[in-house]
Structures are given as C-alpha cells and as structure tokens.
C-alpha cells in the first residue's frame, strides 16, 4: 500500500513538472521569445509581457548543469538588472518560464531575489539545448542587424563571416541591443 501511495505521490509531481504552461496561449497570443511570469490560476497562465527579451540577454554560453546535462547561462543587459532583480524578488515562491516560439520551455520555482541578471536554462525532458543555444544566439544577431538596417547603418559582414562560429558568437554576445539602440540614436542627433 505504501509503495502504491509512494508512486502516486511520484507521479503527481512528474506531471506538475511537465505541465505545458503555453498549450492556450499558442491560440490566443504569440510572445517574444524571453523570461515571463508564470501565473498560476488561469488559463493562459504565462503573463503577457515579458520580463526581459532575448535581444536584451547580455552573454549566454552553452555549459553542464550539477547533473551534467546542457545547460544555457546567460545574463540580462545591464540595463534590465533593476527590472530582473524587482522581478525575481516578487517572484519568491512562484514560477518564471522561459518561452521560446510560444511554448514554455523551461518554469523554475524562484527562490531568491537575483540581483546579479544570471539565470539557467535547463529541463527535464530531452530537449536539444544545442540548437535552442544556436537559435537564441541568431535571435539576438538578427535584432541588432535589424536595428542597424532600420538606421541605414552597414555592418562588415565580409569581415563578420570569415571569423570561425566561436570569434562570432563572442562579438554577437558582447554587443548589447539597448547600448547599439542609444548608439544610433546618438548618430542621429548628431
């Protein structure tokens, strides 16, 4: 009896675990990719803006978990540290989910306020954390190529293209979109 009480228990929990917070949300509001609240109670249970955004990440790097599966760490934009920090802190207890093309990746409990702008992708289902890490990584090249195209800036992608993934993924993660925003809007005050 208690053996059947205990996987009862087991499995309750694995399904709370793997819930799949967006399954309403896909028809009802498309999100950009990033950090939201999670609210717990409602259909659409993924708040409708975001935290912070993938554009404004300021580094991610594909690394291991404590349990040796891939992980992505990343750091929000200095600009969002006040933001993720507020966040996080009145997200004590509650869950934060990462969505990634509407669906929710990723919804840790929060435990602590965050001060630093750190955070960690990481989920129990197999998941090519790879490919999210390339994809997050091209989602941010493209919104600061967009906002330069916009501004009829031109940027060197000869140059660009003939340094190896590494050199490149190195500058797309050292640029920060909110910095590249003021630095065209300074040229055009000018």
């Known amino acids: 009896m208690k053996t059947i009480i205990l996987f009862a228990m087991l499995a309750s929990v694995t399904c709370l675990s793997c819930t799949n917070y967006s399954s309403h949300s896909q028809l009802v509001k498309h999100r950009e990719n990033g950090w939201y609240r999670i609210i717990d109670g409602q259909k659409d249970s993924i708040a409708s803006q975001p935290i912070v955004t993938v554009k404004e990440f300021a580094a991610l790097r594909l690394d291991k978990d404590i349990f040796g599966k891939a992980a992505i760490i990343g750091r929000v ?3 969002k ?9 009145q997200l004590i207890g509650k869950r934060i989910g990462f969505v990634f093309n509407d669906s929710v990746i990723t919804a840790p409990q929060v435990n602590m306020k965050i001060e630093s702008g750190t955070f ?20 941010k090249k493209d919104s600061l190529d967009a906002l330069f195209k916009a501004n009829e800036w031109e940027n060197d992608t000869l140059f660009f293209n ?6 490149q993924d190195s500058i797309i993660n050292t640029l920060d979109y909110i910095d590249a925003c003021s630095i065209v809007k300074g040229f055009e005050n000018k």
């Open 77 to 79: 934009s200095k600009h």
């Open 81 to 89: 540290l006040q933001a993720w920090a507020d966040s996080t802190e």
């Open 120 to 139: 960690q992708i990481t989920t129990l289902r197999n998941y090519d954390m790879s490919a999210l890490y390339r994809s997050l990584l091209k989602e």
């Open 162 to 167: 003939q340094l190896d993934q590494k050199k």
